[in-house]
Every structure is written in C-alpha cells, then in structure tokens.
C-alpha cells in the first residue's frame, strides 16, 4: 500500500500481536525491524490477533523488496 506500508499474510503460531507492536522480520539477509500498523482478517479490522488466525498484517519501516516467502516475525 503505496505511503503505508508493506502488506504480510499469514497464520500466527504462537503468541499475540497488537496494532503498534515492534517486530522484527527474519529471513535468509538478516534481520529488519517493524512496526505493526494495521491488522486485518477476512476484512475486518482488529486491535489484535492470536494463536491460529490468518491475518494480513500492516508493516512500516520495511519494503516488499525485503519479504519473501517463508519469513518469521518475532516480537522486539
């Protein structure tokens, strides 16, 4: 989303995310910190999101160019 951020889907496994929440995405290049701005699932938004839910997440402070399939997010 052009001026908002990077857009990840995915299934959360463990723990909780909030809208506002620092994460850091790991992949094979290193680690690049985040900021969680938006979560949506089955579009609705949502102030945060748990264990066993798909959910779209908003990042900002991280480019599409830098996410690639099979990343982790970890809390900071």
Known sequence: IAKRGTVVT???TRGT???GDT???EHAGGTRRA????????RKQLDAAG????VGLLL????KKHIAAGDWLRSA
């Open 10 to 12: 995915g299934r959360i």
């Open 17 to 19: 995310i909030r809208v």
């Open 23 to 25: 994460v850091l995405v």
């Open 35 to 42: 900021k969680c701005t938006g979560i949506e699932m089955f």
């Open 51 to 54: 264990p066993g839910e798909n």
């Open 60 to 63: 900002d402070g991280v480019d």
